[in-house]
């Protein structure tokens, strides 16, 4: 069991679990909470309320009804557009939980920066999904959702087992994060261009 948490190990904790609500916030929190009780990790401070049975049983719950919205075209793009107001405060409030035993201080820089690692993380994957619903939906939309999921519990996995690396990694992933977001931008003006043309030549003309 992985129990000794110095500063290392609890900024790569804490910057994992902002990341993966970013991505999916159930998965995330069933995965820690499945890693606590099969003794893979003693979850520190008020992070360990997620191994709790009402919390497992809630997020189960919540995972399975997103499991199902994931991977269909436009039901995916809607609830990430509702979890937008879940994700990131929820995010925040992980990575504070994470630090529960350190000062007030640390614990705002901890939300602050875990609210924004959780928005970096959602606007990527809601953006993309957009972007693989344009492109290849059904097909493409059911691989994003099981890669987000396998990543979600992955990188927690790595995080706690390999902190420096997993670190390391996801310094080069907010780099990725934002390229990728630069070109999904781009997209998305686009198929906002393409969008209001589509209203402009319906719309009725002034004779």
């Known amino acids: 069991m992985s129990g000794a948490f110095g500063g290392t190990e609890l900024l790569a904790l804490a910057s994992a679990v902002a990341w993966a609500s970013g991505l999916n916030l159930y998965a995330a929190v069933l995965a820690l909470g499945v890693m606590q009780h099969t003794g893979i990790v003693a979850l520190p401070g008020e992070l360990a309320l997620v191994a709790r049975p009402e919390v497992m049983a809630i997020a189960g719950i919540l995972y399975l009804a997103q499991f199902v919205a994931d991977k269909i075209p436009g039901a995916d793009t809607l609830w990430d557009t509702v979890h937008t107001f879940i994700r990131i405060p929820a995010g925040a409030f992980l990575a504070a939980a994470t630090v529960g035993d350190a000062d007030t201080g640390l614990k705002l820089a901890a939300a602050l920066a875990g ?4 928005l970096g993380t959602h606007a990527t994957k809601a953006s ?3 972007f693989v619903n344009a ?3 059904i097909v493409g939309t059911g691989a994003a959702s099981l890669a987000e999921d396998a990543a979600v519990i992955a990188g927690l996995y790595f995080a706690i087992m390999n902190p420096l690396w997993f670190l390391a990694a996801l310094a080069l992933g907010i780099v990725a994060m934002a390229v990728i977001l630069w070109f999904l931008a781009k997209f998305l003006r686009f198929l906002a261009r ?3 043309g ?3 030549s319906t719309a009725p003309r002034n004779p």
Do not use: E, Q, V
């Not at 609210?115 to 959780?118: D, K, P, V």
């Open 128 to 130: 993309g999904r957009l």
């Open 194 to 196: 393409r969008i209001a």
């Open 198 to 200: 589509l209203f402009s």
């Open 135 to 137: 492109h290849a939906p």
């Open 115 to 118: 609210g924004a690692l959780s």
